[in-house]
Nanobody
Framework: VQLQASGGGLAQAGNSLTLSCAAS????????MGWYRQDPGKERELVAT????????YSDSVKGRFTISRHNAENTTVTLHMNSLKLEDTAKYYC??????????????WGKGTLVTVSS
């Protein structure tokens, strides 16, 4: 299973960025998908998650500013719209998915990460 992330980059504080992540590779079904982020020297933290039926969860730090959604017929793509960006949103963002392959128990997969830098 591969998680291919796109988006990210540099944005000024107050502006917006969008991250997308597509899961592929013999997937039977994708359950939860989500975004995590990590600053150097810090632990990876949850940003937002979304279940296969569309139930969402956001960390307090991004609630009201970020929106996570899933789309495409196979429900294997997740998008994170990041509005009103703050300096503290600067981090490497990782896509995470729990996927089922035929004959394989549900397994967590991670993308390689995409850098988001917010400047003043």
């Amino acid at each position: 299973v591969q998680l291919q992330a796109s988006g990210g980059g540099l944005a000024q504080a107050g502006n917006s960025l969008t991250l997308s992540c597509a899961a592929s590779g013999g997937i039977f079904r994708v359950n939860d998908m989500g975004w995590y982020r990590q600053d150097p020297g810090k632990e990876r933290e949850l940003v937002a998650t979304i279940t296969s039926d569309g139930t969402t969860y956001y960390s307090d730090s991004v609630k009201g500013r970020f929106t996570i959604s899933r789309h495409n017929a196979e429900n294997t793509t997740v998008t994170l719209h990041m509005n009103s960006l703050k300096l503290e949103d600067t981090a490497k963002y990782y896509c995470r998915a729990e996927a089922l392959l035929l004959g394989v128990p549900p397994t967590i997969y991670w993308g390689k990460g995409t850098l988001v830098t917010v400047s003043s």
